[in-house]
């Protein structure tokens, strides 16, 4: 007799369940089919390996097609507390040894600039030099060590017209970002900007590039943003600074005073920022524009780097 299973809408003859050849109980399928789609998941994978190969952004060697990343990157970043960033994000831009000399920026470190520390027995707290001189800023993080491997992808990114690397870059400090922070704790996400001279010379300013993607990753997750959430044009750099390499923070400081400004038309009273930029060394540049925006009327300051120079 033919008829139709109420319940589990799945078509039947007598007791026999014609899909259940296919599908298991519980609607997925059956470990046959899975046995069999692995296989040529993992064929199409190893021809692609073999023809395709990716160039690494760490040493420049050719290495195989990576395998799909085993986590859902949008997912809640509590769902996956064994979550390692370079795992998602980076594996299909890094060999296998780069990605393992790749750092996260994790604890023990500086709960204040983010520091890590170089004792994995160390437990977090405000280092040395943020007592002596406390930040302007609350509170800054960054995604991964500035060690050979990220120092070498960053570079690729901002000067070698390697500006795809704007997407796992940006996607790893979305991840930090809600490790760290409550949508109720940023009303703003500012990119630490460049000088118009600067940015006619590079053609992108690599701070907003990074985070460019993440009100649609936001719209994916539980955050809801509002329009003007991403401001990339609230904060102008009103002259151009000569570059920073072999300078020292108070060096830098000196030479970023009166740098940054509110760019006209924008209000930033009473609200919480989050700067954004791919590096942060000695801090001196977020340091400037924290004191910037501050000084405009901004309620505090936070900081989320890519990459973080450790000393
Ligand atoms: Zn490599
Ligand atoms: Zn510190």
């Known amino acids: 007799m033919l008829g139709v299973c109420k319940g589990d809408h799945r078509t039947s003859i007598g007791h026999v369940d014609l899909d259940s050849r296919f599908s298991s109980p519980d609607g997925g399928f059956s470990p ?5 789609g692995q296989v040529c998941r993992n064929l199409i994978l190893t021809l692609g390996q073999a023809l395709f190969p ?8 050719l290495f195989g097609l990576p395998r799909p990343a085993s986590g859902n990157l949008l997912a809640n970043p509590g769902d996956t507390a064994r979550y390692h960033p370079s795992d998602e994000v980076l594996r299909g831009f890094l060999c296998k040894s780069c990605l393992s000399r790749y ?6 470190l500086c709960s204040r600039c983010g520091l890590p520390f170089a004792s994995s027995q160390a437990v977090d707290h405000v ?3 943020c007592q002596v001189r406390p930040p302007a800023y609350i509170m800054a993080r960054a ?17 070698g017209g390697r500006e795809h690397l704007a997407r796992p870059l940006g996607r790893m400090m979305w991840r930090t970002l809600r490790e760290n922070w409550q949508p109720d704790q940023i009303d703003r996400v500012v990119p630490v900007p460049l000088h118009t001279s600067r940015l006619r010379y590079r053609g992108f300013n690599q701070a907003y590039a990074l985070v460019r993607e993440w009100p649609r990753l936001a719209a994916h997750g539980d955050w809801r943003l509002s329009g003007d959430w991403l401001a990339p044009d609230l904060l102008e750099r009103r002259r151009p600074t000569q570059h920073q390499t072999g300078l020292d923070k108070g060096q830098r400081l000196d030479n970023l005073s009166d740098a940054f400004g509110l760019a006209k ?14 590096v942060m060394t000695t801090g001196a540049t977020v340091e400037a524009c924290s004191r910037a925006l501050l000084d405009a009327g901004a309620r505090e300051v936070h900081v989320l780097a890519a990459a973080r120079a450790v000393r």
């Open 127 to 129: 280092c040395a030099e």
């Open 103 to 108: 750092e996260a920026a994790i604890s023990p």
């Open 265 to 278: 038309g924008h209000a930033i009273r009473g609200l919480k920022v989050l700067l954004a930029d791919d």
């Open 143 to 159: 995604s991964g060590v500035y060690n050979d491997v990220l120092k070498t992808m960053i570079h690729h990114f901002k000067y």
């Open 54 to 61: 990716a160039t690494c952004y760490g040493c420049g060697q």
């Open 32 to 36: 046959l089919c899975k046995g069999l």
